[in-house]
Antibody, heavy 119, light 107 residues
Framework: EDQVVESGGGLVQPGGSLRLSCVAS????????MDWVRQAPGKGLEWVGR??????????EYAASVKGRFTISRDDSKNSVYLQMNSLKAEDTAVYYC??????????WGQGTVVTVSS | DIQMTQSPSSLSASVGDRVTITCRAS??????LAWFQQKPGKAPKSLIF???SLQSGVPSKFSGSGSGTDFTLTISSLQPEDFATYYC?????????FGGGTKVEIK
């Protein structure tokens, strides 16, 4: 069964940093793009960014709201993708979901990890 | 950025009803559209990709249609487990964007 599991969420002060991890299983991780999507409390879904596969040189895309502050990387040997979040703001408070991109778009979602940015 | 507008933002329906949700893109996205279902406190679940193709394991009571700028998600006979929030999402261009969601509630 295809599965992704996030970890690393928590409480962080404004201006601080946090690194989220996502471990995948059940599929050939290196063949797939991986994305992060977030959901602020009581709000809708917002795409954060994408890390492409080795065939596409692990290139990345980001939402304007996080570009320059967040970095997505991956380690195919560990079936893992990471979201490094720097210069965090209160508006980054959200549940962060790791997703696997299938043939078209997100087809597998993790259970999410909660990030709270507050002093 | 491509804006995705869903309507209605919420609806009340009874078990057995046929329900239709619409999604409009601010510019043409061909068939690069997906639908997701999210229940309270849970992660979203993929229902449909390429506007009308069901993800594996999704029951056939869900169907999608449309192309270009106008799309619909239909639930043929609403069941208790279908009460949730539904989101559309375009993957034609970056940034990938979602609609605001449609909450389907019990009448």
């Amino acid at each position: 069964e295809d599965q992704v599991v996030e970890s690393g969420g928590g409480l962080v002060q404004p201006g601080g940093s946090l690194r989220l991890s996502c471990v995948a299983s059940g599929f050939t991780f290196s063949d797939h793009y991986m994305d992060w999507v977030r959901q602020a409390p009581g709000k809708g879904l917002e795409w954060v960014g994408r890390n492409r596969d080795k065939a596409n040189r692990y290139t990345t895309e980001y939402a304007a709201s996080v570009k320059g502050r967040f970095t997505i990387s991956r380690d195919d040997s560990k079936n893992s993708v990471y979201l490094q979040m720097n210069s965090l703001k209160a508006e980054d408070t959200a549940v962060y979901y790791c997703t696997k991109t299938g043939t078209h778009t997100f087809d597998i979602w993790g259970q999410g990890t909660v990030v709270t940015v507050s002093s | 950025d491509i804006q995705m507008t869903q309507s209605p933002s919420s609806l009340s329906a009874s078990v057995g009803d046929r329900v239709t949700i619409t999604c409009r893109a601010s510019q043409g996205i061909s068939s690069n559209l997906a639908w997701f279902q999210q229940k309270p406190g849970k992660a979203p679940k993929s229902l449909i990709f390429a506007a009308s193709s069901l993800q594996s394991g999704v029951p056939s009571k869900f169907s999608g249609s449309g192309s270009g700028t106008d799309f619909t998600l239909t639930i043929s006979s609403l069941q208790p487990e279908d009460f949730a929030t539904y989101y559309c999402q375009q993957y034609k261009t970056y940034p990938l964007t979602f609609g605001g969601g449609t909450k389907v509630e019990i009448k």
